[in-house]
């Protein structure tokens, strides 16, 4: 057998949406093989680039190509302190791409190399947000006409005071910038939001909702009792990472199935609160745990106790990324929901190859590995970007800042 190597690690950032998206190449020994993975975490994505560029790339050059599982630990414990977004996306691109190539060598798409399918298509949900609920409400209707039946619901984003404009809120003097929200007008614009939308749309769509950690563990036990009405398909990171252990009171408190995990990045993290079976859906972002080598081993473990795959798909992943978490939602057996953000033609002029929706479905390609190309020409036409960080610096009333 070839022992094929590692030749070169390059890294791109490119920002087709106004987005930054950072993207790995790993070159190979063999002329013309190489792959290429998703690394992308938007908000410190020089960070990334750096842990690459400086440190895996030297560590990697020369390592069999088709040692994915040693690689991977060996990336995992290379600065001795574990996990964390940072280290987790740079050895995600690297992981990914190794797949890729795994994939091309073998000649299967990268679900027929994990074990096949367990379905022809991939459900996916989308976004409806709006500034009242008149405008929410059309946006539901536009994504029910072009067949998606799962949609997420919000007004006035994350706290529903979208620009300030929709709550009126009473601030300190000298109160410092950022994106303030009342708790208790938030909690009830939602319930006014979800009455029309159930009312004047009915009840053949599934409705999610996303706290993102917005509400105290009090508010969000009167939240979640409240909502019980309008059977959501789930609700989203009701309470912080750090606070996992309140899942279990949560649980016996509310009927309503419960989704948690965007912002886990280490495994101690997600343990309890799948062994406990306290939620429903898991929701981690493929990059932030480390690409697909340890997505693979959550599925799995999620499967043992009935926990249902919701991987986070934002629009700050890249098309690539998309497409690794859709190849292991063909494979996973309890696969549950894709959450999906759309691509915009600028990012299907860089990366060739997106999947394909049809009727609220996802359809990956039959290429082989990840089947998702990418056009390092094109992408030097949308150069990394300075991003709005303001929805990062949430604050409440009196200015005391919380977690987004």
Request: hydrophobic share 35%.
């Amino acid at each position: 057998m070839d022992h094929i190597k590692i030749h070169d690690i390059k890294v791109f950032v490119t920002a087709p949406r106004n987005i930054n998206l950072v993207v790995v190449k790993v070159e190979t020994t063999e002329p013309e093989l190489y792959g290429y993975g998703c690394a992308t975490f938007t908000w410190r994505h020089k960070a990334v680039v750096t842990a690459i560029e400086e440190y895996l790339r030297p560590m990697l050059k020369g390592k069999p190509v088709d040692d994915i599982e040693g690689i991977w630990q060996s990336m995992a414990g290379s600065s001795y302190w574990r996990n964390g977004p940072v280290l987790n996306n740079a050895i995600s691109g690297v992981d990914e791409a190794l797949w890729d190539i795994k994939g091309k060598r073998a000649g299967m798409p990268l679900y027929s190399l994990l074990g096949g399918k367990c379905r022809e298509g991939i459900a996916v949900y989308r976004h409806a947000d709006g500034s009242s609920i008149e405008e929410v409400e059309e946006c539901i209707h536009g994504y029910m006409d072009e067949g998606y039946r799962y949609i997420r619901c919000h007004m006035g984003t994350y706290g529903g005071n979208f620009d300030g404009k929709i709550q009126r809120i009473v601030k300190p003097h000298n109160a410092p910038e950022g994106a303030y929200f009342h708790p208790r007008m938030y909690m009830q614009s939602v319930y006014k939001l979800f009455d029309r939308v159930r009312r004047d749309i009915g009840w053949e769509v599934e409705l999610m909702h996303d706290v993102h950690e917005r509400l105290s563990f009090a508010e969000t036990l009167e939240f979640a009792r409240e909502m019980e009405q309008y059977k959501l398909f789930f609700l989203e990171d009701s309470l912080a990472p750090e606070h996992v252990e309140f899942f279990k009171i949560l649980r016996h408190h509310t009927i309503l199935p419960l989704a948690m995990g965007e912002l886990f990045t280490n495994p101690n993290e997600w343990k309890a609160i799948v062994q406990n079976q306290w939620i429903d859906y898991m929701r981690v972002h493929l990059s932030d745990i480390g690409g697909l080598t340890p997505a693979r081993k959550l599925a799995h473990f999620c499967e043992a106790y009935g926990v249902k795959t919701a991987w986070h798909g934002p629009n700050d992943l890249s098309p690539i990324g998309m497409a690794v978490q859709m190849h292991l939602d063909l494979n996973s057996h309890n696969f549950g929901i894709q959450e999906f953000s759309g691509f915009s033609k600028e990012e299907q002029e860089v990366f060739p190859g997106c999947p394909a929706i049809r009727e609220g479905y996802a359809y990956v390609n039959d290429k082989p590995g990840i089947g998702v190309c990418f056009d390092e020409k094109a992408a030097e036409k949308y150069p990394a970007v300075d991003m709005d960080h303001g929805w990062l610096f949430s604050r409440l009333p009196d200015g005391t800042p919380v977690r987004p």
